[in-house]
T-cell receptor
Framework: DAGVIQSPRHEVTEMGQEVTLRCKPI?????LFWYRQTMMRGLELLIY????????DSGMPEDRFSAKMPNASFSTLKIQPSEPRDSAVYFC???????????FGAGTRLSVL | TQLLEQSPQFLSIQEGENLTVYCNSS?????LQWYRQEPGEGPVLLVT?????EVKKLKRLTFQFGDARKDSSLHITAAQPGDTGLYLC??????????FGAGTTVTVRA
């Protein structure tokens, strides 16, 4: 089991640029989550997919953020245009049965200059 | 404002000592999870507690869920340097949404 795989691990970009973060969940897991972690706000849920369908995107901060899950093995989180306040660590997590604990990826550390 | 308050925020102890981390809320949760996060990595699930009053043991770690399912504690016996990390509690708000505490940073000195 390779675990949840995220890429890139680090991303440095300039304000205004488009950023795309990628996630491959654990095979067989039907729930996928995108979280953001900052010192100020801790871990926050951005969006939740179940069976590739977005169920709850109430945590997506602005229209600049969008997420897709075209199939069971791949998801993207896009920020366009990026701003310095988007700097954070973004985690993808997956779960086979919701409520029983999630498997997190190693995260993408995003720095927007 | 965090729905779950963790205390203490930081804890530094000597190898071999015991420690307890607390997670408190005024809300009732259907279940509560504990995670440990090491620098540069994602949180790793340690345990899920579901029943009020439940106690679970994982080697030297003991987890307790409060009777009213509003609070939880994590106790580590004879801490080792490998126990160093950020400990996060997370309460289930519904069947998929978790509310995370701010975390307790534990440092175990050799």
């Amino acid at each position: 089991d390779a675990g949840v795989i995220q890429s890139p691990r680090h991303e440095v970009t300039e304000m205004g640029q488009e950023v795309t973060l990628r996630c491959k969940p654990i095979s067989g897991h039907n729930s996928l989550f995108w979280y953001r972690q900052t010192m100020m706000r801790g871990l926050e849920l951005l969006i939740y997919f179940n069976n590739n369908v977005p169920i709850d995107d109430s945590g997506m901060p602005e229209d600049r953020f969008s997420a897709k899950m075209p199939n069971a093995s791949f998801s993207t989180l896009k920020i366009q245009p990026s701003e310095p306040r988007d700097s954070a660590v973004y985690f993808c997590a997956s779960s086979q049965i919701t409520g029983t604990g999630y498997s997190f990826g190693a995260g993408t550390r995003l720095s927007v200059l | 404002t965090q729905l779950l308050e963790q205390s203490p925020q930081f804890l530094s102890i000597q190898e071999g000592e015991n420690l307890t981390v607390y997670c408190n809320s005024s809300s009732v949760f259907s279940s509560l999870q504990w995670y440990r996060q090491e620098p540069g990595e994602g949180p790793v699930l340690l345990v899920t507690v579901v029943t009020g009053g439940e106690v679970k043991k994982l080697k030297r770690l003991t987890f307790q869920f409060g009777d009213a399912r509003k609070d939880s504690s994590l106790h580590i016996t004879a801490a080792q340097p490998g126990d160093t990390g950020l400990y996060l509690c997370a309460g289930a708000l519904n069947d998929y949404k978790l509310s995370f505490g701010a975390g307790t940073t534990v440092t175990v000195r050799a």
